[in-house]
């Protein structure tokens, strides 16, 4: 290989498809943390007080990789 010339890298897609949709991990995640926690899956991260942001990190630290 050529030293000027480097691998590409794929590029990530960070949108929702519409074959998975409502079945994207991110969204499962979410909805199921949000039933844990006994929140409105209309709840954004945001609105989280500091105890459920450091939980929602932990459970997406763990099972989004």
């Given at each position: 290989m050529n030293t000027g010339?480097?691998?590409?890298?794929?590029?990530?897609?960070?949108?929702?498809?519409?074959?998975?949709?409502?079945y994207d991990l991110r969204f499962?995640?979410?909805?199921?943390?949000c039933?844990?926690?006994?929140?409105?899956?209309?709840?954004?991260?945001?609105?989280l007080n500091n105890d459920q942001k450091d939980l929602w990190e932990q459970m997406k630290a763990k099972r989004l990789r």
């Amino acid at each position: 290989m050529n030293t000027g010339e480097r691998k590409k890298q794929p590029e990530l897609d960070n949108s929702v498809s519409d074959s998975t949709g409502q079945y994207d991990l991110r969204f499962v995640l979410w909805r199921q943390f949000c039933a844990q926690q006994g929140l409105s899956v209309d709840t954004l991260p945001s609105q989280l007080n500091n105890d459920q942001k450091d939980l929602w990190e932990q459970m997406k630290a763990k099972r989004l990789r």
